[in-house]
């Protein structure tokens, strides 16, 4: 089944412990990225990756850093987490060149992060 | 950059009315605007979209209209079910750009 995988789903952590969130697809899909949603303001992106090796900062990436090794995983790592990063994070990846800029993204399924 | 607003945050019909939302956009070379929607506790999902050479999509109950001298688009859902209970998000990405700006959304609920 084409997917995209995140993990962990759900995760409360403390100030400034690191983590790491995992994403990873089974479409071999280019495109991959990282939004976060908040109420009352949408789905915002976090860092987006254009292929493997190439990374690009999205509109809200200040906190948080990304890596893509391998075409099928993107993680997202926030090395000193903060009550501000609380959110609903979402994984997605596509499989046209600019990602949902002209075709569809496929989300994961979500990992709702907070941080006391 | 792009900025998307959309309206109403929240909206109430009766299963059987129709519901539109609309959305407005600021970067006139915009030419791909889909939406997406979400139910509730589940990841977004692609349920149409539009590009700028056509002013108008159906597919089944749902329909897009573009108004690109306005910079805005709607999202029409006819004959409501409580199936169509979600929250909806459009977007809009210009030319050049590699990603999509999501309006804030809105939470849809069909009253059976």
């Known amino acids: ?116 | 950059g792009e900025n998307v607003e959309q309206h109403p945050s929240t909206l109430s019909v009766q299963e059987g009315d129709s519901a539109v939302i609309k959305c407005t956009y600021s970067d006139s070379a915009s030419n791909y605007f889909p939406w997406y929607k979400q139910e509730l506790g589940k990841r977004p999902q692609l349920i149409i979209d539009i590009r700028s050479n056509v002013g108008e999509k159906k597919d089944q109950r749902i329909a897009v209209t573009l108004n690109k001298t306005a910079k805005h688009f709607s999202l029409h859902i006819t004959e409501t079910q409580p199936e169509d209970s979600a929250v909806y998000f459009c977007a809009a990405s210009a030319p050049g750009r590699r990603a999509l700006t999501f309006g804030s959304g809105t939470r849809l609920q069909v009253q059976p």
């Open chain 1, 1 to 116: 089944e084409a997917q995209v995988t995140q993990n962990p789903r759900y995760l409360i952590t403390v100030t400034g412990k690191k983590l790491t969130v995992t994403c990873s697809q089974n479409m071999n899909h280019e495109y991959m990225s990282w939004y976060r949603q908040d109420p009352g303001l949408g789905l915002r992106q976090i860092y987006y990756s254009m292929n493997v090796e190439v990374t690009d900062k999205g509109d809200v990436p200040e906190g948080y850093k990304v890596s893509r090794k391998e075409k099928r995983n993107f993680p997202l790592i926030l090395e000193s987490p903060s009550p501000n990063q609380t959110s609903l994070y979402f994984c997605a990846s596509s499989p046209t060149p600019r990602g949902g800029a002209t075709g569809e993204l496929f989300f994961g399924e979500g990992s709702r992060l907070t941080v006391l």
